[in-house]
């Protein structure tokens, strides 16, 4: 069996900060995901890439940047973090877009 | 936009009985549909899916119904226990392999 390890688990931020979510999984997988969790909101695309170097927008891109700097770690930032926000990132990765494994999250927060 | 809408948001059914969560598309292009378990401070984990070359698809107590003709599919669990208390996710994969789009989710409720 494989991992996905998301660091760090908890970020705390200022208005206005850029922050670094990273993610680093051992499957083996060509795809990698970032999605966003909100309470009532479900999980929301971010960012998504099919392979090393290659990356491709989700419903939620703007505001955020992403890095596929080698097969096994896909990172993503936030570019300007938001007054109070609150949320849960959650790094995926999948072989051919089939099941995804889940990371445990990194939850943010913005002071 | 949701491109996948899931009811109700949130479900309370009394263990053993049966818990029906509810999911509805608009893409035709979605033909993977996995339905995802989470539980507290953990990721969602894969519970059964199904493509939409079936009407049906059954593990053990989770059953999902698909309807192709009307977009919408359901989970039933049934002899629901308190372990199943969790959020459930309904997810649409297109065909073209792109990524997933997930649904708001349903919090589940197993009362012993």
């Known amino acids: 069996g494989g991992i996905i390890t998301q660091t760090p688990k908890f970020l705390i931020g200022q208005e206005g900060q850029k922050l670094t979510l990273k993610c680093q999984q051992n499957?083996?997988?060509?795809?990698m995901y970032w999605y966003r969790q909100d309470s009532g909101k479900g999980l929301r695309l971010i960012y998504y890439s099919i392979t090393e170097n290659d990356l491709q927008k989700g419903d939620l891109s703007e505001g955020y940047d992403a890095s596929r700097e080698k097969k096994s770690s896909f990172s993503l930032t936030v570019t300007s973090a938001q007054k109070n926000e609150m949320a849960v990132f959650l790094c995926a990765s999948s072989l051919q877009g089939n099941t995804l494994y889940f990371g445990a999250g990194t939850r943010l927060s913005v002071l | 936009q949701q491109q996948v809408r899931q009811s109700p948001q949130s479900l309370t059914v009394w263990e053993g009985e049966t818990a029906i969560l509810n999911c509805s598309y608009e893409?035709?292009?979605?033909?993977?549909f996995p339905w995802y378990q989470q539980f507290p401070g953990e990721g969602p984990a894969l519970l059964i899916a199904i493509r939409s070359v079936s009407d049906k698809k059954e593990d053990g107590r989770f059953t999902i119904f698909f309807n192709k003709r009307e977009k919408k599919l359901s989970l039933h669990i049934t002899d629901s226990q308190p372990g199943d208390s969790a959020t459930y996710f309904c997810?649409?994969?297109?065909?073209?392999?792109?990524?997933?789009?997930f649904g708001a989710g349903t919090k589940l409720s197993v009362k012993p």
């Open positions: 997810a649409a994969t297109p065909n073209n392999n792109n990524a997933p789009r």
């Open positions: 893409n035709s292009a979605f033909d993977y």
């Open positions: 499957f083996n997988h060509d795809t």
